[in-house]
């Protein structure tokens, strides 16, 4: 089982700034795939970033590619998501996800391959 906690979420204007992070509990945090969704009202929840187990491999959603940047520290059973050059459409509940998928599979981008989740922690972009 593992708990994750986000935090680093607030009011900020575009083209601004932010960093997003996900504490996790246990001693397996290296063991799984780490993943940023985020999701606004009506809307299902959309894919941001993915990390490998190890950090080498990172994979992005379009919408994000080139401004956010994931990262993850296993001794500090940390991921973190820094997000520049925000848009008002960055708009959103941002959730932190851990994956146990496939030892094959470096990043996973699909929702359902994602075991456990965060409480989310709400980005607001002002134009």
């Known amino acids: 089982q593992v708990q994750l906690v986000e935090s680093g979420g607030r009011l900020a204007q575009a083209g601004g700034s932010l960093r997003l992070s996900c504490v996790a509990s246990?001693?397996?945090?290296?063991?799984?795939?780490m993943g940023w969704f985020r999701q606004v009202p009506g809307k299902e929840r959309e894919f941001v970033a993915a990390i490998s187990r190890s950090g080498v491999t990172t994979y992005y959603g379009d919408s994000v590619k080139g401004r956010f940047t994931i990262s993850r520290d296993n001794a500090k059973n940390t991921v973190s998501l820094q997000m520049n050059s925000l848009k008002p459409e960055d708009t959103a509940v941002y959730y932190c996800a851990a994956s146990r998928f496939s030892p094959f599979s470096l990043v996973v981008v699909d929702r359902a391959k994602y075991d456990y989740w965060g409480q989310g922690t709400q980005v607001t972009v002002s134009s």
């Open positions: 246990g001693r397996t945090f290296s063991t799984y795939i």
